[in-house]
């Protein structure tokens, strides 16, 4: 059964840099049929989806953050990677992991999030 | 940008018949799918590519289109299905995945 399982840091500070990893297990991030995706959740409010990589490291992003946003896959440790640059206390969020397929665009498998603050 | 448009709240009794609706203009070219997220938990696909149910998902859960609009129908509705529902879809050209702003589904 494929699992994802996010990871980092839970507070970040005001124009810093947050960094969030990705873990998939029961399954590999090399395989030519999946994208994986980043989504995020502010307390109280909706899905918004962060942007995509494939693991030959193809991305595209959601335009209204693709000035601050990176993703990265590393194949070796099954793992991919967000780093969104310049938070602000509007980027304090649930952040989720999911995979979608590479010739469609619905979330099948989601890791179950983890919460992050923009706080000094 | 592009948006796809959904009621923030639908509510109906049990056993009823919940109808969500989610609107865009490029619903015509892209498909849509649907998620239940209920509180604390990660989104649940319950709905792709417009009507197709994914395995384990109840068949009380259904899903058509026409035109610019999709819509998400719940029939017997349980206590259970009691959550915030999303449509998520494509802009036309493929470039970025969007969501509808939730709908929250209240059983009476």
């Known amino acids: 059964q494929l699992q994802l399982q996010e990871s980092g840091p839970g507070l970040v500070k005001p124009s810093e840099t947050l960094s969030l990893t990705c873990t998939v297990s029961g399954g590999s991030i090399s395989s030519s049929s999946y994208y994986w995706g980043w989504i995020r959740q502010p307390p109280g409010k909706g899905l918004e989806w962060i942007g995509s990589i494939y693991y030959s490291g193809s991305t595209y992003y959601n335009p209204s953050l693709k000035s601050r946003v990176t993703i990265s896959v590393d194949t070796s440790k099954n793992q991919f990677s967000l780093k969104l640059s310049s938070v602000t206390a509007a980027d304090t969020a649930v952040y989720y992991c999911?995979?979608?397929?590479?010739?469609?665009?619905?979330?099948?498998?989601w890791g179950q999030g983890t919460l992050v603050t923009v706080s000094s | 940008s592009y948006e796809l448009t959904q009621p923030p709240s639908v509510s109906v009794s049990p056993g009823q018949t919940a109808r969500i609706t989610c609107s865009g203009d490029a619903l015509p070219k892209q498909y849509a799918y649907w998620y239940q997220q209920k509180p604390g938990q990660a989104p649940v696909l319950v709905i792709y590519?417009?009507?197709e149910r994914p395995s384990g998902i109840p068949e009380r859960f259904s899903g058509s289109s026409s035109g610019t609009t999709v819509t998400l129908t719940i029939s017997g509705v349980q206590a259970e299905d009691e959550a915030d529902y999303y449509c998520q879809s494509a802009d036309s050209s493929g470039t970025y995945l969007v969501f509808g702003g939730g709908t929250k589904l209240t059983v009476l």
């Open positions: 590519k417009d009507s």
């Open positions: 999911a995979r979608h397929p590479h010739a469609d665009y619905f979330l099948d498998y």
